[in-house]
């Protein structure tokens, strides 16, 4: 089944604690992109990538990193977590950045920094 | 950028047609009209996606204006699984790298 997956899809975690949210799509997709949802903001791109080891930063990058060094696979980085990065995050990947292409989406990953 | 306007909800009954108006009349000849719905709890998912003419799929319809300034997505049968908030997104040639999800049309369904 064509998928992306995201791990862990709950966690909870305090200031500072560097974690990490994966990413992973077997459609063999070129781009994929991290989003942020918070109420009253909707959806907003904070990293994306156009294929292996090419990445760029979105709308709201600040605290986060993000590596493609395979194809399937585009984790989020947050080195040293704050409250104000609680949110619900979603992975989306697409064959390529062309506009007519869809986007599929992860089931998210519900993040409460302490 | 181009901006797309939605009403906040909607409300259909069962078994009956719906129809989610869009206006995006800043709209450039080589924008891309794309519908996506967020389920409760669930990542956005893509309902369909048109350039000028009217489009159909499996989950729905697209109806495009003839000027382009607006569309409307057309589920033919609205189900209680179509309870959602339905996004209407324009992909331009400066924004093709991304979604820019404004905040969507809540819609109930009623049984």
């Known amino acids: 089944e064509a998928q992306v997956t995201q791990n862990p899809r709950y966690l909870i975690t305090v200031t500072g604690k560097k974690l990490t949210v994966t990413c992973s799509q077997n459609?063999?997709?070129?781009?994929m992109s991290w989003y942020r949802q918070d109420p009253g903001l909707g959806l907003r791109q904070i990293y994306y990538?156009?294929?292996?080891?090419?990445?760029d930063k979105g709308d709201v990058p600040e605290g986060y990193k993000v590596s493609r060094k395979e194809k399937r696979n585009f984790p989020l980085i947050l080195e040293s977590p704050s409250p104000n990065q609680t949110s619900l995050y979603f992975c989306?990947?697409?064959?390529?950045?062309?506009?007519?292409?869809?986007?599929?989406f992860g089931p998210g990953t519900r993040l409460l920094v302490l | 950028d181009a901006k797309t306007t939605q009403p906040n909800s909607m409300e259909s009954n069962e078994e009956e047609p719906v129809h989610l108006p869009c206006n995006h009349s800043?709209?450039?000849?080589?924008?891309?009209i794309h519908w996506y719905r967020q389920l409760p709890s669930q990542g956005p998912e893509y309902v369909i996606h048109?350039?000028?003419s009217n489009v159909n799929n499996r989950m729905a319809s697209l109806a495009i204006a003839e000027d382009r300034k607006s569309s409307t997505l057309i589920l033919h049968r609205a189900t209680l699984r179509d309870a959602a908030v339905y996004y209407c997104?324009?992909?331009?040639?400066?924004?093709?790298?991304?979604?820019?999800f404004g905040a969507g049309t809540i819609l109930r369904v009623k049984s």
């Open positions: 989306a990947s697409s064959l390529n950045f062309a506009r007519e292409e869809t986007q599929y």
């Open positions: 459609m063999n997709h070129e781009y």
């Open positions: 990538s156009m294929n292996v080891e090419v990445t």
């Open positions: 800043t709209i450039s000849g080589t924008d891309y």
């Open positions: 048109g350039l000028t």
């Open positions: 997104i324009l992909r331009d040639m400066e924004y093709g790298n991304k979604l820019v």
